[in-house]
């Protein structure tokens, strides 16, 4: 079946501008995440949904950061006030199982570039 | 907090070859997991080992196997007769038991492997 799909794939935007970010995760996982992933670095995470509720949100950077999952499965995160420090990509990831050493699915991420 | 280490920001081997990537993590926690994510250039993470710290056993998965030393915090992960097609960023990744609501994945800063033909 489809994984796990993000877009836009590239995103440019001009410093102060809001940009909004879309995962469609695998059909039927509930969990979601999100990380960021600095040029060079590993993901860090930013923020976690099971179904609709925002269970952990203690990577936001800032309270430019939102993200939300109203019904459970598309999930929007948004970037207010984009700022250059925010260029990165940002990954999506969704999960099946809640308990477990389950697998994390990747999407192929959004390359945000703030000028 | 926990961290994960990956102290080999680059390796390379022979295509065929042995090599290992090293992982060390910190943790005040005795129940865990790990994880080695494969993520190549065009930046789709996939997973390629994981390790559940309860089990004595190293987790092994065709050419991909790991050495977990719980006592000294330490993840390796060989792989064996490489092929042009492990060349990726490797990134050692961790996350306790599933408490509610603390799923997330902490991820060490990566391997660059190139494999050499």
């Known amino acids: 079946g489809a994984g796990v799909s993000q877009s836009p794939r590239y995103k440019v935007a001009k410093r102060g501008q809001d940009v909004a970010l879309r995962c469609d995760p695998i059909s039927g996982h509930v969990s979601l995440f999100w990380y960021q992933q600095a040029l060079g670095q590993g993901p860090e995470f930013l923020t976690y949904?099971?179904?609709?509720?925002?269970?952990?949100k203690s990577g936001l950077p800032s309270d430019r950061f939102f993200a939300e999952r109203p019904e459970g499965s598309v999930s929007t995160l948004k970037i207010q006030r984009t700022q250059q420090e925010d260029s990165a990509v940002y990954l999506c990831?969704?999960?099946?199982?809640?308990?477990?050493?389950?697998?994390?699915?990747f999407g192929p991420g959004t390359r945000l570039t703030v000028t | 907090a926990q961290t994960v280490t990956q102290s080999q920001p680059e390796m390379s081997v022979q295509e065929a070859e042995t090599v290992t990537l090293s992982c060390t993590y910190d943790t005040s926690e005795s129940d865990y997991y790990l994880f080695w994510y494969k993520q190549p250039p065009s930046r789709q993470m996939i997973l390629v080992i994981r390790q559940e710290a309860y089990k004595q056993q190293n987790a092994t998965e065709n050419r991909f196997s790991v050495n977990f030393q719980k006592a000294a915090k330490s993840f390796s992960l060989k792989i064996s007769d490489s092929q042009l097609g492990d060349a990726a960023m490797y990134f050692c990744?961790?996350?306790?038991?599933?408490?509610?609501?603390?799923?997330?994945?902490?991820f060490g800063t990566g391997t660059r492997l190139t494999i050499i033909p």
């Open positions: 990744a961790y996350r306790i038991v599933s408490n509610f609501g603390n799923e997330k994945l902490t």
């Open positions: 949904f099971q179904n609709e509720a925002q269970l952990d």
């Open positions: 990831a969704s999960s099946y199982r809640t308990a477990g050493p389950y697998e994390q699915y």
